[in-house]
């Protein structure tokens, strides 16, 4: 299998809705900050970029040459450097423990600076002018956020969250080989709005590229929809049966980070060398693991010899396994699917188990949609598209009626 399709994306494209009118006061940003990828969409671009971050030394001597793919962001009160997103992830070593699981996955991170981090970077790559249109950016502007939390945290951590936003931010940002641009960030926290994270695929199935309802939102918005997110650290479930909410749930052992983790217990078992969740990701690009052993047993004679250790066949057993137990768990909670007419798979992980679960109900008349269905994006960005495009909506119809 290709293991690639499991790695976190990174990757900023310019996108303009060109049907969807410009707003010349506000800056509306679609943010979907989950524990594997930092994900946004605003008026001129959409993006992608792995929730990691590391702490650079603060010397800038050895910040002379840069790759494409750096995100690098500097605090401009403290002088601290950070370097985000995939080349971060690259610079883990096997033995690292900088980072430990809680940190890293810990619901309750919003104070956490390098969460903070990231979610200031994506703010700023969002705002930023693209390649194509230098004109038309968000810098200088009112920002608006429409972001989301997992269903069953919505409530409990909406406030401090929205909290985190209210901080004022100087830093600058790089990113790629464009040049540093510097940001003074003070957002009103009227101005930041979170819902559950599987509303943003309801909405993205709903609204076109022209910003408006398409025909068939009808049918989602007044039928018995089951919305199933899957993405790196939780499975969100969120049912609409008519108008009234029938379901609500988010579990934390079905995701990415489940499947990577057994894929990391079975290395222990085979290899006898411990890989950590955080590590695997960059090994997701080949789907090998590199080894180094020692042959010769004479103190004198003895050479190294190195070896791609391939474990994809690893990998597609347990992402299968945690499928399948994802698949019946849903069935259990749902009644097996009483009364409802779609399926909606969406997020990182659905992606990659999409043709697994079309299989699954084959024998089924409840109807399989994909989250990207009015768009030809990536599954990943169902949700932070329709965080955005109704958001915009939103933003609209209040600067009609005034």
């Known amino acids: ?37 930092m994900k946004g969409f605003s008026p001129n671009k959409y993006f992608c970029f792995p929730s990691y971050a590391r702490l650079l030394e603060k010397d800038k001597s050895m910040m002379t040459m840069y790759d494409r793919q750096d995100v690098i962001y500097e605090d401009l009160d403290t002088g601290e450097i950070y370097l985000l997103g995939r080349n971060a992830q690259n610079s883990i070593s096997r033995n690292d423990i900088n980072d430990t699981d809680n940190e890293l996955f810990n619901r309750k991170r919003f104070k956490n600076k390098k969460f903070y981090v990231l979610c200031m970077a994506a703010i700023g790559l969002a705002a930023m002018p693209n390649q194509k249109h230098s004109d038309f950016h ?19 951590d909406r406030e401090p969250y929205i909290h985190m936003f209210s901080r004022a931010a100087n830093y600058r940002l790089k990113v790629g080989k464009n040049p540093w641009l510097e940001f003074h960030i003070a957002i009103d926290p009227k101005n930041v709005y979170v819902m559950a994270q599987p509303s943003g695929t309801m909405a993205s199935i709903n609204i076109g590229n022209n910003g408006q309802y398409i025909p068939e939102a009808r049918n989602y918005l007044t039928g018995n929809v089951l919305i ?3 993405g790196f650290h939780t499975m969100d479930v969120f049912g609409m049966k008519g108008h009234v909410r029938s379901i609500n749930e988010s579990f934390d052992r079905f995701g990415m980070r489940s499947i990577l983790q057994m894929v990391s217990d079975e290395i222990k078992k085979e290899k006898n060398t411990e890989i950590r969740v955080s590590c695997m990701q960059k090994y997701l690009e080949k789907g090998t693991i590199p080894f180094t052993s020692e042959m010769g047993m004479d103190e004198d004679e003895f ?55 079309q299989e ?19 599954m990943q960005y169902a949700n932070v598209r329709g965080y955005y495009l109704f958001r915009t909506m939103m933003v609209q119809q209040i600067k009609k009626q005034k």
Not at 138 to 156: D, F, R, T
């Open 228 to 230: 199933l997110d899957i």
């Open 303 to 357: 050479r190294f010899s190195d070896e791609e250790w391939p474990f994809d066949t690893i990998l597609e057993r347990c992402s299968l396994k945690v499928c399948n137990a994802a698949l019946k768990h849903l069935s259990t909670i749902t009644d097996q699917f009483a009364d409802y007419e779609y399926l909606v798979v969406t997020g990182g992980t659905g992606a990659a188990w999409y043709a697994w679960i």
């Open 1 to 37: 299998m290709n293991t690639s399709i499991y790695r976190t994306r990174t990757e900023w494209v310019p996108k303009v809705y060109e049907k969807i009118k410009r707003n010349d006061d506000y800056w509306v940003i679609g943010l979907d900050s989950g524990y594997g990828g």
């Open 360 to 378: 699954k109900f084959k024998g089924s008349k409840l109807k399989i949609i994909p989250g990207n269905q009015n768009d030809n994006l990536d």
């Open 138 to 156: 968000g810098i200088g502007k009112e920002i608006v956020i429409q972001a989301g939390l997992p269903p069953a945290y919505l409530e409990m």
